[in-house]
């Protein structure tokens, strides 16, 4: 089955700073791909979800980037500021296969931005 | 406003003891499914639902059972409860499909003691 690989599991970063999270996942049938942010004690938001035909996508505050040849998705927070600190899920799903519509997650980041 | 809805929010219970974990969408999903969560691990799935009546394992089922009796509701049992499922669970809903992003519920602490 498919494989979330999420790295790092930790960052620290100083407000204003750029963060960059990075997942790499396994199944060439991927197709969909998600970022949800988790502030302590809340559940999962939905913070961007892209499709395997656009490389760059753009947020408020943050770029996620798709290499569909390394299989790997990654979320850049810009100038990021103490709000930001969460903890942040890629997820991956197919669009054919025993994976269609199951998301499978990475193991998290745990982002901490401090003044 | 379309919502996932878990019950109980916390939940105490004894190892041995059977346990239910709820949860109502009202998002007219097809699919819903239960993760449980942990330091270390993330998100991991344990049974999900493409409709009522429906139940698949995913990835970690031993020792928990699904029940999807309608389109709004499913439901996460353990026949018998063991201190290593003390987590936190939350339960999703999403439309057929790849493209389809998850809404969560807000969650339930279990603590097996």
């Known amino acids: 089955g498919e494989q979330v690989e999420q790295r790092p599991p930790h960052l620290s970063v100083r407000e204003g700073d750029s963060a960059v999270i990075t997942c790499t996942y396994t199944d060439p049938n991927s197709y969909y791909f998600f970022w949800y942010k988790q502030e302590p004690g809340a559940s999962l938001q939905l913070l961007m979800k892209?499709?395997?035909?656009?490389e760059i996508n753009e947020g408020q505050g943050f770029t996620v980037l798709l290499n569909k040849k390394d299989k790997r998705l990654s979320l850049n927070l810009t100038a990021a500021h103490p709000g930001d600190s969460a903890a942040y899920f890629c997820a991956v799903s197919a669009n054919t296969g025993a994976n269609t519509g199951k998301l499978t997650f990475g193991h998290g980041t745990i982002l901490r931005v401090h003044p | 406003e379309a919502a996932v809805t878990q019950s109980p929010r916390n939940k105490v219970a004894v190892t041995g003891g059977k346990v239910t974990l709820s949860c109502n969408q009202t998002n007219n999903h097809n699919n819903m499914y239960w993760y449980r969560q942990d330091t270390g691990h993330g998100l991991r799935l344990i049974h999900y639902s493409y409709g009522a009546g429906s139940t698949e394992k995913g990835d970690i089922p031993d020792g928990y059972k699904a029940s999807r009796p309608s389109q709004e509701n499913f439901s996460l049992i353990l026949e018998l409860a063991t201190p290593s499922q003390t987590s936190v669970y939350f339960c999703?809903?999403?439309?057929?499909?790849?493209?389809?992003?998850?809404?969560f519920g807000s969650g339930t602490r279990l603590l097996v003691i």
């Open positions: 999703a809903s999403g439309d057929q499909g790849g493209n389809s992003d998850y809404t």
């Open positions: 892209v499709f395997s035909s656009t």
